[in-house]
T-cell receptor
Framework: DAKTTQPPSMDCAEGRAANLPCNHSTISGNEYVYWYRQIHSQGPQYIIHGLKNNETNEMASLIITEDRKSSTLILPHATLRDTAVYYCIVRPLSSGSARQLTFGSGTQLTVLP | DADVTQTPRNRITKTGKRIMLECSQTKGHDRMYWYRQDPGLGLRLIYYSFDVKDINKGEISDGYSVSRQAQAKFSLSLESAIPNQTALYFC??????????????FGPGTRLLVL
């Protein structure tokens, strides 16, 4: 899987938008960008994924640059419950064998009251 | 994710004991996985199953076994527990989208302590 780089930590005020960046300059054409988060000791939670177009769902928006070398996860109105470690992962399309979901070091997002 | 459940949520056992961790899903997914997570480390794949008749070893299968009783159920067994199997265990399921992209969904985890 392509390597990703994320800032180790970020703070965000409650109610404001949280913008989490991710660099993936070695991404290949068939690789998707996925975002997961993990609240302390809970199961990782899928947030969103995309290939090259911007994506939005009920949790977040994903903005991918035109050259696909970086992306930004946007939580539009952060709440205290959004405090978690956020992982940006680049994965190729599914193949016949399972691909372990590999988390890097991620970004610890702290939402402040 | 309530669609993937794990039991028990916490377990304390002694060295040498056999224990089973269970996972059930209502997502209707064919693929299921068992991972472990150790403090400060990422996820490591133990076993995975693409359907009821398909079981495959992951990165760290030694000391573990699995059973896929049905599409919705995937159990992990520690035949003879040892202290370095103390970890957080996650079950996951996955679906494959129309373009071949695979999304994994995780259960809440089982915290296991082996004394």
């Amino acid at each position: 899987d392509a390597k990703t780089t994320q800032p180790p930590s970020m703070d965000c005020a409650e109610g404001r938008a949280a913008n989490l960046p991710c660099n993936h300059s070695t991404i290949s054409g068939n690789e998707y960008v996925y975002w997961y988060r993990q609240i302390h000791s809970q199961g990782p939670q899928y947030i969103i994924h995309g290939l090259k177009n911007n994506e939005t769902n009920e949790m977040a928006s994903l903005i991918i640059t035109e050259d696909r070398k970086s992306s930004t996860l946007i939580l539009p109105h952060a709440t205290l419950r959004d405090t978690a470690v956020y992982y940006c992962i680049v994965r190729p399309l599914s193949s016949g064998s399972a691909r372990q979901l590999t988390f890097g070091s991620g970004t610890q997002l702290t939402v402040l009251p | 994710d309530a669609d993937v459940t794990q039991t028990p949520r916490n377990r304390i056992t002694k060295t040498g004991k056999r224990i089973m961790l269970e996972c059930s899903q209502t997502k209707g997914h064919d693929r299921m996985y068992w991972y472990r997570q150790d403090p400060g480390l990422g996820l490591r794949l133990i076993y995975y199953s693409f359907d009821v008749k398909d079981i495959n070893k992951g990165e760290i299968s030694d000391g573990y076994s699995v059973s896929r009783q049905a599409q919705a159920k995937f159990s992990l067994s520690l035949e003879s527990a040892i202290p370095n199997q103390t970890a957080l265990y996650f079950c996951a399921t996955s679906e494959t989208g129309g373009q071949g992209q695979e999304t994994q969904y995780f259960g809440p985890g089982t915290r296991l302590l082996v004394l």
